[in-house]
């Protein structure tokens, strides 16, 4: 349910200059200026802002796909190299043997 309460926003942001500059271009209502060329520039690639958005949007809210291991974390993750090789020593040492 966020994420849909980004998407949307995302989506209105980036489509609505774009028709708007559409059919204001079409109707012949904007003047013929210099001003006008950048505009369009700018305005006609908002459509592909929005879809690199989109994945972006997901990645940062959705933690179970682009942070797997990141809420994870288990004690053995907090202890030193040296402290997890030393356990590993104890539990082999302390393991019976049968001959």
């Known amino acids: 349910?966020?994420?849909m309460a980004l998407f949307s926003p995302a989506f209105i942001c980036c489509w609505s200059?774009?028709?708007l500059f559409d059919m204001l271009d079409n109707f012949s209502l904007l003047p013929?200026?210099?001003?006008r060329f950048?505009?369009?520039v700018i305005i006609q690639n908002l459509p592909a802002l929005n879809s690199a958005i989109n994945p972006l949007i997901y990645?940062?809210?959705s933690s179970s796909i682009c942070f797997p291991y990141g809420q994870q974390t288990s004690?053995?993750?907090r202890i030193t190299f040296?402290?997890?090789t030393a356990r590993h020593e104890m539990q082999v040492l302390s393991k019976p043997e049968f001959i």
């Open 1 to 3: 349910m966020a994420l």
């Open 75 to 77: 004690r053995d993750s």
């Open 17 to 19: 200059p774009y028709f």
């Open 32 to 35: 013929d200026t210099e001003e």
């Open 38 to 40: 950048y505009a369009s």
């Open 82 to 84: 040296r402290e997890r």
């Open 59 to 61: 990645c940062v809210f």
